[in-house]
């Protein structure tokens, strides 16, 4: 059984925030730790929103709860009434995540049957304590870096695998792949684009990511592959030029990593082309639809290269305009 860091983090910080409120003699200590474990986060920004909109949420649950307990009574209608104005509140001001953790704060006050100033700053200092436990625990996000390169080095192989598959049925018109790969990839590609969103939540700093356009690319590429498949199947049998697809295919399959070899293979698929232009003009109603399926393969390969050499000549522009940033400033 795997443990999380979150978990890690929850276990660590619950006694934490406990021990500190006992320390500082706080009444109900044992809500400082509920306030932790509510304000654990999957990433920094999330944190940080979550401890903003949990604090101004308990401020005004403390708030209305003078108004509505002092003012009329401890009573749980009361309380009931209260929770009718103060969560539309919450939904107004955006700060619905500090909902279950002003009501501990409401709760708390209820139990006490009696509200000073006393009271009033004693439960000030538990959120403190129980939102910036909370907070510096979620200042350490461990890189994911590691598993989003391995999601790369796996994508690349299926891909690898897939461009090879096509090859195969094109040449001998009998597979015995069993499109796993295809499955395989969406799920690693939902996965991936997942790690890096959240990735991004944990560098307020940073706009862009490494990985971002990298999988965006995959998607779209992987999409065509998916939209080549029913026209590879249609390709007649024993064709001088389904073999040299089927050639074109196998070059493609051993190329599939994050390098920019896309310009070459557009260059081959130009002269692919060129040679099929001079082939004979085909003369019954299915060669016609031969014809047909491979044109449009071949316009779903160039896309294919085509998204891979955009995605290459945006890193280039990024990376020359870093180092002309770079020569300005020295």
């Keep these: 059984m795997k443990i999380g860091y979150r978990t890690i983090k929850t276990a660590i910080g619950t006694p934490l925030a406990i021990s500190i409120a006992q320390l500082l003699g706080l009444t109900n200590f044992v809500s400082a730790g509920i306030l932790t474990i509510l304000c654990i986060q999957p990433s920094r920004k999330r944190s940080y929103y979550s401890a903003l909109h949990r604090f101004i949420a308990c401020i005004i649950a403390t708030l209305y709860a003078y108004i509505f307990f002092e003012w009329i009574a401890y009573h749980p209608l009361v309380l009931g009434i209260m929770l009718i104005v103060f969560i539309p509140t919450t939904v107004f001001l955006k700060v619905t995540p500090g909902i ?18 006393a009271s009033l700053f004693d439960q000030f200092l538990l959120i403190v304590v129980g939102i910036g436990v909370g907070l510096l625990l979620n200042l350490y996000m461990p890189s994911l870096d590691k598993p989003l390169k391995e999601k790369q080095q796996k994508l690349e192989q299926n891909f690898t695998i897939i461009l090879y598959e096509y090859s195969q049925y094109i040449r001998y018109k009998h597979t015995t792949w069993k499109v796993d790969e295809l499955a395989e990839s969406e799920d690693i590609l939902l996965e991936a684009n997942t790690l890096v969103e959240r990735d991004r939540e944990n560098h307020l700093l940073r706009n862009k990511h490494p990985y971002r356009d ?16 029913p026209l590879v199947s249609r390709l007649p049998d024993a064709d001088p030029i389904g073999e040299k697809i089927a050639e074109f295919f196998e070059g493609l399959s051993k190329n599939v990593h994050p390098g920019n070899t896309a310009i070459i293979y557009l260059d081959q698929l130009k ?20 014809r047909a399926n491979l044109f449009q393969l071949l316009h779903e390969i160039e896309d294919y290269l085509i998204i891979k050499l955009k995605y290459k ?10 180092k002309n940033q770079k020569k300005t400033k020295n």
């Design 271 to 290: 002269e692919l082309r060129s040679q099929i232009n001079e082939e004979e003009l085909p003369k019954t109603r299915e060669d016609f639809e031969a």
């Design 214 to 229: 990298y999988f965006r690319m995959r998607t779209r590429q992987f999409e065509l592959l998916k939209k080549m498949l």
């Design 100 to 117: 279950a953790t002003s009501s501990v704060v409401i709760l708390n006050l209820y139990s006490a049957s009696s509200i000073t100033l």
């Design 313 to 322: 000549e945006s890193d280039v522009n990024v990376f020359k305009r870093l």
